[in-house]
């Protein structure tokens, strides 16, 4: 669900607190993407629901990298349901392994079951061997 995951190495990947770690996330976001002063504010102000991102931090304790998922509604024939948007994944160059970007989608996953989301998704070219290495289908 949304715990923290420790491992061997002791670091962690958690569901970050919007404000208290904002500003490690923007400026692990900042490194990856090019800066858009919108892309953090964006979670906190969406009409469908405030957003989840989920960090990871090495040993040191810093946030190296971080995945956002967004909610939204989509609606199927006459049915609407709650879905998640995964996005902005970013893992700090020297930690760009398969681990961390694997922990954090699957951080991202596990929450699906403790929630009203309908589904979860969210696939870039860049993305879909990690989704599908975390369990996506």
Not at 82 to 98: H, K, P, Q
Not at 119 to 137: H, K, S
Request: proline share 3%.
């Amino acid at each position: 669900g949304f715990g923290t995951m420790r491992t061997a190495d002791n670091s962690i990947v958690e569901r970050a607190d919007l404000t208290v770690d904002r500003a490690e996330i923007e400026s692990v976001w900042n490194r990856a993407f090019a800066v858009n002063p919108h892309r953090f504010q964006s979670y906190l102000t969406n009409p469908c629901g405030e957003g989840s991102i989920w960090v990871f931090r090495p040993e040191s304790g810093e946030v190296r990298g971080a995945i956002g998922l967004h909610s939204l509604r989509m609606k199927v024939g006459e049915q609407v349901f709650d879905v998640g948007l995964i996005g902005n994944m970013a893992v700090d160059t020297e930690y760009r392994t398969v681990g961390p970007a694997l922990r954090l989608k699957r951080a991202v996953l596990a929450s699906l079951s403790g929630s009203d989301r309908a589904l979860i998704f969210g696939v870039t070219e860049d993305t879909v061997q990690i989704l599908r290495r975390a369990g996506c289908q």
